[in-house]
């Protein structure tokens, strides 16, 4: 099913929802399902939502991305939309990896990411454990400089034996954006 939506106004008026989504399995009744993010959109200020489908870049291809939550936003710096996800390289079951946490750049016209916009926030650091997460983030926009402030604790999997303890610490992130 689909949790954990994050939603935005896109330029042209219409309301863009990105939900976290997990991967399914195929079996012998069902095709199974890639481990990416999917979205609806309202044309008519969010009473109706169209069918989800999968976030894609702009060649077709899926955004991977491991069963975490996602966030998009518009920037009222550059009026543009980004994305704030967990991208993985391929498919992944499940919650993890969420080891490397992105910002993309949406095309509002295609609904799909730009490959060449897409820019790390943070990843797995060799101080790290193996089994770090980068998720559960806030953000909000610096009113001076427009730029995104993202805020975040480390997490880790559930399979980990230290998962609570570890380190406290807050990280704020400022993702600088082009005007």
Same mark, same amino acid.
């Given at each position: 099913?689909?949790?954990?939506?994050?939603?935005?106004?896109?330029?042209?008026?219409?309301?863009?929802?990105?939900?976290?989504?997990? %991967?399914?399995?195929?079996?012998?009744?069902? +095709?199974?399902?890639?481990? @990416? =993010? !999917?979205?609806? $959109?309202?044309?008519?200020?969010?009473?109706?939502?169209?069918?989800?489908?999968?976030?894609?870049?702009?060649?077709?291809?899926?955004?991977?991305?491991?069963?975490?939550?996602?966030?998009?936003?518009?920037?009222?710096?550059?009026?543009?939309?980004?994305?704030?996800?967990?991208?993985?390289?391929?498919?992944?079951?499940?919650?993890?990896?969420?080891? %490397?946490?992105?910002?993309?750049?949406?095309? +509002?016209?295609?609904?799909? @990411? =730009? !490959?060449?916009? $897409?820019?790390?926030?943070?990843?797995?650091?060799?101080?790290?454990?193996?089994?770090?997460?980068?998720?559960?983030?806030?953000?909000?926009?610096?009113?001076?400089?427009?730029?995104?402030?993202?805020?975040?604790?480390?997490?880790?999997?559930?399979?980990?034996?230290?998962?609570?303890?570890?380190?406290?610490?807050?990280?704020?992130?400022?993702?600088?954006?082009?005007?």
């Amino acid at each position: 099913g689909l949790s954990e939506s994050a939603a935005c106004q896109l330029p042209d008026g219409r309301i863009f929802f990105l939900s976290r989504c997990s %991967s399914v399995l195929p079996t012998q009744d069902h +095709p199974g399902g890639p481990g @990416v =993010k !999917r979205f609806c $959109v309202s044309e008519d200020g969010g009473k109706t939502l169209s069918d989800p489908m999968p976030l894609t870049y702009e060649d077709g291809c899926y955004v991977y991305s491991a069963r975490s939550m996602p966030d998009v936003w518009r920037s009222s710096k550059n009026g543009r939309v980004y994305v704030i996800l967990n991208i993985t390289l391929g498919p992944v079951h499940g919650a993890d990896p969420r080891n %490397s946490l992105q910002i993309a750049e949406l095309n +509002p016209e295609t609904l799909s @990411v =730009k !490959r060449d916009q $897409v820019t790390i926030v943070d990843s797995k650091q060799e101080e790290h454990h193996p089994l770090v997460r980068f998720s559960n983030w806030s953000t909000i926009e610096d009113r001076t400089t427009g730029n995104l402030l993202l805020f975040m604790k480390l997490h880790f999997s559930e399979h980990c034996p230290i998962r609570k303890g570890y380190d406290h610490s807050i990280y704020r992130y400022e993702v600088e954006l082009p005007d």
